[in-house]
């Protein structure tokens, strides 16, 4: 089949409707044969398949770095169908500076390639825990992030991803077998992209990187897309050190109401996806609020303090994450703006960008992300919090 048949067909079977890209022709211009990819160093795997790095032949004899992401030979037809979307809502995004691209792709035999734009980088995640880990004594920092099991709690990389059952309330944390679902090796099972020497991050770098985001969520919001897995994981960071928005395996077009049971990040997600399965452009900014109390944290885990099972009741209660040890007032501010409970009190990301530009206050200083290393602000058990919902 076709990329552009099979495209169509997988847009139509979620939507009901025809693709916004719509024009067969625009679509097969994506298409390249396999022979022009050369595979080079796996970067990346999980249970979708894997990532290499890889050069693609060019018109005129030169070459471009890429990603290739590929499926693995056993996909079922419901992954090559979540590929096929993938692709088709890359082609739907689009160019922007702070999102990354799709090159193009090779869907014609198995197994399938999407070609996308490198970020030798890495993800922001690990650049803020590598810029934490050198300011720190790094043995104990790895004793508190590692640290499992306190009073019942699981890990952070037991819990970033979260199966959640929308069809039967109460509704359900919990596999068939009572354990929680996980992701047990994010580098593993991740599509992250092998990363270079950390960037150096000074108080400049530290300034842009929300407005970046920002910027790239507003280019999504206006395309109607909505991305539902917004956080520092994916955020990716290419060789000039720009922030680029990646990862849409779980995006939609359009407001969403999600009915598979698949595993969600729970931690990131606004109070009516975890309770009704909705998603729309605020439920990504608030995921964006929860990305900058990562940055903030120099890659904290949110709730750390809190089990999968204990975060919905605490947001329901009006509970939110704290601010950040020393961080901006006026940024925290922000945040708490993106996580009101009523959808159109949050501001859109234009919104967003407007604040984050004219107001440079809200950017974090450096000396607010670097506190004492007794302020543990992985943990929540030193904060106050207001039982009072945030309006």
Known sequence: MRIVEAILLVWHKEYNSSPPFAKKNDSEEWEVSRSRVHLGALIGSGAFGRVHAALLDMPGGETLTVAAKMLSDNATEEEM???????AMLMHVGYHKHVIRLIACCTRQTPLIALLEHAPRGDLLTLLRSARNKRYDTRK???SNSESGVNGRPSEADTEYTNISDSDPPIHYENSDGK???ETDL???KDHYV???ALHLDSSTMRDYALQVALGMRHLEERGIIHRDLAARNILVDGAGVLKVADFGLSRSGVYVHTRLKPVPLRWLAPEAIYSSKYCSASDVWAFAVLLWEIATLGGFPYAELSNHQVPQFLSNGGRLP??????PRLYQLMTECWSDKLEDRPTFAQIVDKLTVQQQLYVDLDCVFP???DNFTSLKDYTFTDEPVR
Do not use: V
């Open 323 to 328: 601010r950040p040890a020393r961080a901006s």
């Open 81 to 87: 169908q979540d590929f096929l979307r993938e692709i």
């Open 187 to 189: 580098e593993k099972t």
């Open 180 to 182: 929680l679902y996980t």
């Open 141 to 143: 920092t790895y004793e």
């Open 195 to 197: 990363a270079e020497p």
């Open 372 to 374: 004492p290393f007794e």
